[in-house]
């Protein structure tokens, strides 16, 4: 492998590989940090997530979560399709990777994004402008719900996440 595809990413500095969506990930990491002003500790680059399906663990990772005082609140899927494809994804993903609901769910491919209140599955805005900075979201998380998933629907958002995901799930 070319070294090409090694570069260091903008939020935690190590070594990634350059493949398949990660430019994009590196666009909206400093987008958020430059444009939005969230600071770099604010962000969670791979945050773990595993689902459960028919009794076998399925490890996985969402791209970012963004953190206002301690709390997430926007989980990040960066795409380099369609990104209404991973809408679903990412909403499931924000329902599943806390104890609570990271209330928005965010699919972007750098350039546009759609943003999903995670509590309604409702379309919560579309394109980066859309996209809270720091200030405005530390303001809405004055209003902002941080509850769990019902149990009832876990294993439903569980079959979902992993159903998208399966790209993802061990690497």
Same mark, same amino acid.
């Given at each position: 492998?070319?070294?090409? *595809?090694?570069?260091?990413?903008?939020?935690?500095?190590?070594?990634?590989?350059?493949?398949?969506?990660?430019?994009?990930?590196?666009?909206?990491?400093?987008?958020?940090?430059?444009?939005?002003?969230?600071?770099?500790?604010?962000?969670?680059?791979?945050?773990?997530?595993?689902?459960?399906?028919?009794?076998?663990?399925?490890?996985?990772?969402?791209?970012?979560?963004?953190?206002?005082?301690?709390?997430?609140?926007?989980?990040v899927t960066c795409v380099a399709g369609s990104i209404g494809?991973?809408?679903?994804?990412?909403?499931?993903?924000?329902?599943?990777?806390?104890? *609570?609901?990271?209330?928005?769910?965010?699919?972007?491919?750098?350039?546009?994004?759609?943003?999903?209140?995670?509590?309604?599955?409702?379309?919560?805005?579309?394109?980066?402008g859309a996209i809270p900075s720091k200030t405005e979201a530390?303001?809405?998380?004055?209003?902002?719900?941080?509850?769990?998933?019902?149990?009832?629907?876990?294993?439903?958002?569980?079959?979902?996440?992993?159903?998208?995901?399966?790209?993802?799930?061990?690497?």
């Amino acid at each position: 492998m070319s070294m090409d *595809y090694i570069i260091d990413d903008y939020i935690t500095g190590k070594a990634v590989r350059n493949v398949g969506p990660e430019a994009v990930r590196q666009a909206f990491e400093r987008f958020l940090v430059d444009e939005k002003g969230y600071d770099r500790k604010d962000i969670r680059v791979d945050e773990p997530l595993v689902v459960q399906f028919q009794g076998e663990d399925y490890p996985s990772s969402i791209d970012l979560i963004v953190f206002c005082r301690n709390r997430a609140v926007m989980a990040v899927t960066c795409v380099a399709g369609s990104i209404g494809s991973y809408e679903r994804e990412i909403l499931a993903g924000a329902r599943l990777v806390y104890d *609570y609901q990271i209330p928005l769910a965010v699919s972007t491919d750098a350039g546009d994004a759609v943003i999903l209140d995670t509590l309604s599955g409702k379309n919560a805005g579309k394109g980066l402008g859309a996209i809270p900075s720091k200030t405005e979201a530390l303001e809405r998380m004055k209003t902002m719900a941080f509850i769990p998933l019902d149990e009832n629907r876990k294993e439903r958002e569980m079959i979902i996440y992993r159903s998208f995901n399966l790209e993802k799930i061990n690497k």
